[in-house]
């Protein structure tokens, strides 16, 4: 059963975490002097509008119309009760699922690629740099800059970039460029922390050019919120009132936060990250100032982290191996307001193909973190008879990772 | 701006073309004897449930319940205002298109595939044989086999084979097994109809095996109805009346005979195929019977061909690669109640990227088809200032078709 929402109850203004922390956000603090920064400080890399919605208290942010406009393409996204997994598990939980692989990405990636564009825009720049890993961020906003006809140059991990084809080729029907990184060292494979190194110098060097993160800041985490406001809106609509826990996959943080945040003050609602245990952060990293990149160039962000020159192993979920994690999501972690689980990755392909199977929909590998967790906490309904009613993101489509469902069929799946 | 229907809106009957066509189906004829055929002739390769529904006179025919609760996990499917391409043409026509890509298998197959495999399986079958060319049929088959327990054996033409691993690879994550056609000659890139006969030959060795097809027979067609008939319905809530015409991409005729079927008593639209200069059966081929596969196994059917050995070249539009067409189809266009028209590839990619680039999504070759014939009809009503109502199925999504893309961008497409 799928619950969708008319056009005109998209969410006009985002929700932001801030204000409503139960600790204040340690402030970033600058690289060379170890100072707090200011907005003169961010100022080379973003525009003004995102520098102030970085470190804004208010608990409200209105969505432009210029914005609204293009996430309508595929926004509000679909709710999905997941009736013919919960029969297959002969589970008494409902499970939920929120759509946002129906982006033209094919992933979250693209509510916050629009904004940043937008802004970018607005302010006069012509050029964006960033980075990508698995791709599914650069695809985003390859395509949020074709929309306001800037300039977008990727650079992609190049392990990704060798393994992946299909995505770069999606990031250049929209117009993007797109190289290998690090550039300096092609016998290097990369890391996403290494190719934020390449993309914050592009910008820094050239003054047409802003950066883009499409994670961990809180910027991101707040245009990620439209998920979590739809998703409530739609429960109302299939009858439930709260959900007993809310599930996402974990890398820097973006998808978990947009769809967990709207109900971080509703205190019977367990939130729950799910990370890879090839790269733990949350479970295993410590908390700490620690560089957003491998070289030491961005400021210091108060984190989870397994050091900024962690090189995780090479596994799939290409978009959960970032050595760090979003300070909003580390402060909710670190305060006992979220939890968070690591599994392996056969476990999560193992449910991934179960969700395939049952719902008909291929998942990425990131998505199959949060089906795992949520097929795991409809099993213990089961045990306990209790009608849970579990939501999970859905975060993006399978049909560009389609070679880590071979490897998973066929063996040769490293299960860390 | 997206027309969503309620899921209690989906159809409960297809609309069956049949009793309504203007001059009565000429049979098909026997292979061997050139008689027509008769229900025992066709029992080895479908169950007679198909077979009933394949000569039925009756105006509408209930879709099983077992049908409709897999149907729901994607229907109704959204019908779709393409107002940013509209804008960006300049055009005062609107712009609507059925997206069927948002199914399981990512294209409208899947609506045929379910049907197809619960009568199979309610009469006692446990495996299914097939061919597939570009691979949507396959996976879609493979998705429906897994939904009723039924083992499903894929033949796939070798040269998507080889070009589309991540096409098998889909199947395979359904549990389909499957087979590089022709199986006799590996030195040999094969074609939609040979795969067609290594696909019936191994339904007739077996007794647990029967054959199945995504297109070209009328069962096909009629379980496709559920796109037009929606549309229909959908473009009311849009404030619509009819549409002044209705295009869709056209191989073997299904999901042009899904979405146009409905409306062909309406006689004041307008229904076009689209297919490609490469392979041009209802612009350049003869109306004859002809074999719908290479050795001549199959019963001969009256139908627009270009010969059952016709080997077509090499495009990526590999759904729309058959030598032959749809016996329903052919008879529209014979009896001129439907339009056809052919395109070189190169302004069908040009079209699917204007469609990326403005509307987000990025769609299959075949697809990309209908949407070169909507911007030129959208292109016309400019000129004339006519506020012309189009309607185009957006058969499925280009995923798993990047390889083309890239060729397109990159000069190396051969413009056929």
Redesign the interface.
Known sequence: ??Y?LP?DRIPTAWFNALPRLQEPLMPPLHPGTREPVGPDDLAPLFPMALIGQEMSGDPWIDIPGEVLE?L???RPTPLVRAE?LEKFLGTPARIYFKDES???A?SHKTNTAVAQAFYNQAEGITRISTETGAGQWGTALA?AC?QFDLECKVYMVRSSYDQK??RK??M????ASVVPSPVADPSSPGSLGMAISDAVADAVQRADTHYSLGSVLNHVLLHQTVIGLEAKEQLVLAGETLPDVVIAPCGGGSNLGGIALPFMQDATVRLVAVEPMSCPTLTEGSFEYDFGDTAGMTPLLPMYSLGHDFMPPEIHAGGLRYHGDSPIISNLVKTGRMEAVAYPQGKTFEAA?MF??T????PAPETGHAIRAAIDEALAAKETGEEKVILFDYSG?G??D??A??DF?HGRLLDA
């Open positions: 059963m799928r969708t056009e293009i309508r393409l595929w013919r129906v982006s033209p094919g395509f074709r084809p299909y080729i999606m250049e029907t929209w117009g193909m395939a199977n719902e008909g929909k291929l489509h049909f560009l389609l070679s469902y071979d069929m």
